[in-house]
């Protein structure tokens, strides 16, 4: 019989990173194999299929966003570009001794259940055999691009593929979407193209990265923490001070309390839109040749329509049926355990109000105390497999848009908890089927958020 000791890590982005220090830090044997050349998953804009672009930036400050056990370089901004998140992941791979057990530049060709595990199919007709698998592959990778009435006949891309300002030079540009990438297409067409219009199904809040001099995240964390609902109402209040009546420019109201939808971390959008570089419209209602046609009925000619429309979750290498799948979103426990497989996690498959990393390090965490009991301590791992059936509410009290993307939506402080009390229990040996939701936090969780306090000298 083949060994099978070792774990199989899909990717080298953060989160395959992350799991690979901390399975290596307790002495899970794995594996990573990664398809480009290099580590950085989509923050490599040379990764083919990447949808980073020249001008992207993070959305959560450095302050709040690094991987466990490296903090970002002092001389990073607030805000670190596409490429000094990079350079973060390169060294954060090199300060972990990570380098080999790394196989880069080896794409996966196929994953299969096997008798005893999993079988990592590779080109060539090699296969190496494995205990366990995570997907770290992320959920940026297969674009969604939505379908209208009409012919379109004029140039158009995904923003997957979008690059460079370059690309926008001369010609009337239309963004259709709303998102953090689509809000930064725009105004890089509100700087380069001949015109540039924003087409958005719904209104939204646009945040300041900065409120009161500090990063809008480092603001949160330091503040009095109150109810969920009450929360949103004092941030709504506080955004309609220091942003305010986005009507004015001729946007549609948020039908929504803030932080109900993923956060939009823009306010150039609302500088373009106040000085006529951007122009807003409503929902495509129709595709005319060159033209489009509008739900309010206008119809405007373009040359390039960029469809900003956000991406589906994909594991294009395993075979469907070993996740259950709410439409385009794998159902999973935590946002990491699949209901059907013992044996197969997914990491960074989750949408949040804040930075995505240092969740990422708390699902390393749950994911090898699990490897580890289904060794070590056997009745604690079966203990588990009756919890990962359980639905704890990761929402905490926030009532998120009804939207594809918000089906693995999780509300940051929510997650810690939860996250923290069962990794608490796994670690005492105390696991119970119920209370994980109940209020207060565990002994880890109150280490998890007092580690949040002194980043930011709260």
């Given at each position: 019989m083949p060994d099978r000791t070792a774990y199989a890590i899909i990717g080298a982005g953060p989160s395959g990173l992350e799991m690979a220090r901390v399975l290596k830090r307790d002495g899970v044997p794995f594996e990573v194999f990664e398809k480009h050349t290099d580590v950085g998953g989509i923050w490599d804009i040379d990764n083919p299929g990447s949808p980073m672009y020249e001008s992207a930036h993070f959305i959560s400050s450095k302050t709040m966003s690094a991987l466990d056990g490296m903090?970002?370089?002092?001389?990073?901004?607030?805000y670190p570009r596409w490429d000094?998140?990079?350079?973060?992941?390169?060294?954060?791979?090199?300060?972990?001794?990570?380098?080999?057990?790394?196989?880069?530049?080896?794409?996966?060709?196929?994953?299969?259940?096997?008798?005893?595990?999993w079988d990592v199919h590779l080109p060539g007709g090699e296969v190496r055999p494995f205990r366990g698998v995570v997907m770290c592959t992320g959920n940026q990778w297969k674009p969604n691009v939505p379908e209208f009435p009409g012919d379109w006949q004029g140039e158009q891309i995904h923003s997957v593929d979008y690059r460079s300002i370059d690309q926008l030079r001369g010609k009337r540009v239309l963004i259709v979407g709303a998102g953090n990438s689509g809000c930064d297409i725009a105004c890089d067409a509100a700087l380069a193209a001949d015109s540039a219009v924003i087409s958005m199904r719904r209104g939204y809040w646009f945040i300041p990265k900065h409120i009161f001099g500090m990063p809008a995240d480092v603001f949160a964390a330091t503040g009095p923490k109150l109810p969920a609902k009450a929360q949103q109402k004092v941030f709504e209040q506080l955004l309609?001070?220091?942003?305010?009546?986005?009507?004015?420019?001729?946007?549609?109201?948020p039908d929504h309390l803030p932080l109900s939808s993923h956060p939009i971390m823009n306010t150039q959008i609302i500088h373009h839109l106040a000085h006529g570089d951007i122009e807003y419209r409503p929902n495509v209602a129709e595709l005319e040749g060159d033209?489009?046609?509008f739900e309010d009925g206008r119809v405007d000619e373009f040359d390039l329509i960029i469809w900003a429309t956000g991406y589906h979750v994909d594991f294009p290498v395993l075979e469907r049926e070993h996740f259950d799948w709410q439409g385009n979103s794998p159902d999973l426990f935590m946002n990491v355990f699949s209901r059907k497989d013992d044996d197969l996690f997914a990491m960074g498959i989750l949408e949040l109000d804040g930075g995505a990393w240092p969740i990422m390090s708390i699902q390393a965490e749950l994911i090898s105390r699990v490897v580890r009991d289904r060794d070590e301590r056997p009745e604690?791992?079966?203990?588990?497999?009756?919890?990962?059936?359980?639905?704890?509410?990761?929402?905490?009290?926030?009532?998120?848009?009804?939207?594809p993307r918000h089906h693995y939506y999780t509300q940051g402080d929510a997650y810690r908890r939860l996250a923290s009390r069962l990794l608490d229990r796994l670690e005492r040996g105390a696991l119970a089927t119920e209370g994980l939701d109940e209020p207060g936090v565990g002994e880890r969780a109150a280490s998890v958020l007092g580690k949040v306090r002194e980043r930011v000298g709260f």
């Amino acid at each position: 019989m083949p060994d099978r000791t070792a774990y199989a890590i899909i990717g080298a982005g953060p989160s395959g990173l992350e799991m690979a220090r901390v399975l290596k830090r307790d002495g899970v044997p794995f594996e990573v194999f990664e398809k480009h050349t290099d580590v950085g998953g989509i923050w490599d804009i040379d990764n083919p299929g990447s949808p980073m672009y020249e001008s992207a930036h993070f959305i959560s400050s450095k302050t709040m966003s690094a991987l466990d056990g490296m903090p970002f370089p002092d001389d990073y901004p607030d805000y670190p570009r596409w490429d000094q998140l990079r350079d973060y992941l390169r060294a954060y791979a090199r300060e972990f001794d990570l380098l080999g057990h790394l196989n880069l530049n080896t794409s996966v060709e196929r994953i299969e259940k096997v008798e005893g595990g999993w079988d990592v199919h590779l080109p060539g007709g090699e296969v190496r055999p494995f205990r366990g698998v995570v997907m770290c592959t992320g959920n940026q990778w297969k674009p969604n691009v939505p379908e209208f009435p009409g012919d379109w006949q004029g140039e158009q891309i995904h923003s997957v593929d979008y690059r460079s300002i370059d690309q926008l030079r001369g010609k009337r540009v239309l963004i259709v979407g709303a998102g953090n990438s689509g809000c930064d297409i725009a105004c890089d067409a509100a700087l380069a193209a001949d015109s540039a219009v924003i087409s958005m199904r719904r209104g939204y809040w646009f945040i300041p990265k900065h409120i009161f001099g500090m990063p809008a995240d480092v603001f949160a964390a330091t503040g009095p923490k109150l109810p969920a609902k009450a929360q949103q109402k004092v941030f709504e209040q506080l955004l309609r001070r220091v942003v305010g009546d986005v009507t004015r420019f001729g946007l549609p109201a948020p039908d929504h309390l803030p932080l109900s939808s993923h956060p939009i971390m823009n306010t150039q959008i609302i500088h373009h839109l106040a000085h006529g570089d951007i122009e807003y419209r409503p929902n495509v209602a129709e595709l005319e040749g060159d033209k489009v046609r509008f739900e309010d009925g206008r119809v405007d000619e373009f040359d390039l329509i960029i469809w900003a429309t956000g991406y589906h979750v994909d594991f294009p290498v395993l075979e469907r049926e070993h996740f259950d799948w709410q439409g385009n979103s794998p159902d999973l426990f935590m946002n990491v355990f699949s209901r059907k497989d013992d044996d197969l996690f997914a990491m960074g498959i989750l949408e949040l109000d804040g930075g995505a990393w240092p969740i990422m390090s708390i699902q390393a965490e749950l994911i090898s105390r699990v490897v580890r009991d289904r060794d070590e301590r056997p009745e604690a791992f079966a203990a588990f497999r009756d919890v990962v059936q359980t639905r704890p509410d990761l929402e905490g009290g926030v009532e998120h848009v009804d939207s594809p993307r918000h089906h693995y939506y999780t509300q940051g402080d929510a997650y810690r908890r939860l996250a923290s009390r069962l990794l608490d229990r796994l670690e005492r040996g105390a696991l119970a089927t119920e209370g994980l939701d109940e209020p207060g936090v565990g002994e880890r969780a109150a280490s998890v958020l007092g580690k949040v306090r002194e980043r930011v000298g709260f």
